[in-house]
């Protein structure tokens, strides 16, 4: 048996995007037909979002929450946020709001990442009780209504902050943020019920 190479996550993607840019990493069905991401796209988009992330101000070693279903905007936040020595932090889509606010609240989530609407409705529930909270970025924005001028400014769109690290982010910085990891660092957070 090959032994697992010495790299996080982050890093193993970055070779992996390397090695196989062209094959297929992540296949994801949209209205009934399966659309697939290779290796390099994978990366490509990761590291967008992750810079992204880093212009809306999230510090390196800072907490990144996503709250949605299994579907690839999750696996690009997670793989963004590592990308730029983040961490991710999964809350439960079933979460009720009380549950959510708990959980960024008590991990200190300064941005996180709603899959829709009713997602969204959870965090604004309790927004005044989550003082880090700096950003609200949504993936579904189709039935998303409109907001109050001082919740507008909260929010951004998954596709706003992919094109902002796309449009202003320095792969330099992914890179350094990948020399600097090590195997016992945290890169993701998950909070169980107890049970």
Known sequence: MQALPELTLPQMLRERARQDAQRVAIRQKDFGIWKPFTWAQYFERACHFGLGLRALGLPDGGHVGVIA???????????????VGAVTVGVYPTSPSSEVAYVVG???????????QEQTDKVLEALDDLPRLKKIVVME???LRSFAPEVRGLIATF???????AQG?????????????????IGLMIYTSGS
């Not at 596709?159 to 690290?165: N, S």
């Not at 982010?169 to 660092?185: H, M, N, S, Y």
């Open 169 to 185: 982010g320095k792969l330099q910085d992914v890179e350094a943020a990948l020399a600097r990891q090590q195997l016992d660092d």
């Open 141 to 143: 924005t189709k039935g």
């Open 159 to 165: 596709d706003e902050v992919e094109q902002l690290g």
């Open 106 to 116: 008590h991990a200190d989530i300064e941005i996180i990442v709603c899959e829709d």
């Open 69 to 83: 279903e299994n579907r690839i905007e999750w696996v690009l936040t997670q793989m963004g946020a590592g990308l």
